[in-house]
């Protein structure tokens, strides 16, 4: 009798036991799929450029550049492996009193970065490697005194390709939020103009949305 009822008290709850670790199991499967891996970050990104053919008219591009640089990141399954896109916004405005003219750079930046992160279990840094390619577009505005009270403007504008290499670090502040440190260093593929070697900074905060 005694087996009996323990028989039967087996038969009733194995059903809820069953069902109650399968729920665990389903919740803890969606969880796993919901989870985000998606990022975003804000960094300053000083830049400094430098110009194979040192002439007058081309000592701009070895000058220092204010930059900014906003940024999406996605980490894949693999772990080690994440990739970014974003825009770079960069200018430069260069006054020549003895001359009465001025110039002024605006420069923009499309990346499209690839992250190889050199450690797969994270607590406090998350190191990484990393190459990109870069389309920019520069515009540069010229201003100077022609005649008295007459301002020409002309302008000069191109497309460009870039591509960098460089190390990187997120590096936790809490649960939600990173510092961003990284540092590249990048060459013009083509031989318009500027073809130029460059190297910049960016120092910023990422946002994680899980």
Known sequence: ???????????????????????????????????????????????CAFSFTPKDDSKLYRFFLQGFNGKIDRKTDSERVSFSFGINFRKKDIVDYDHDNQQKVRILEFPFQFNYHLKKSINKYDPYIKSSIRLSYFKIMYFYDSEPGVI???????????????????????????????????????????????????????FKFN
């Open 1 to 47: 009798m005694k087996h009996s009822i323990i028989f039967i008290v087996i038969l009733i709850t194995f059903p809820f036991l069953t069902i109650s670790a399968q729920e665990l199991v389903d919740t803890s499967i969606l969880n796993s799929k919901n989870k985000s891996t998606w990022s975003i970050s804000f960094s300053y990104s000083p830049h």
């Open 152 to 206: 020409y403007l002309p302008e000069r504008a191109d497309y460009l390709p870039f591509i960098d290499i460089g190390f990187g670090s997120f590096n936790k502040i809490n649960k939600k939020i990173d510092l961003l440190f990284e540092s590249n260093l990048g060459y013009g593929i083509t031989d318009a103009f500027p073809n130029r070697l460059y190297f910049d900074l960016l120092l910023g905060l990422k």
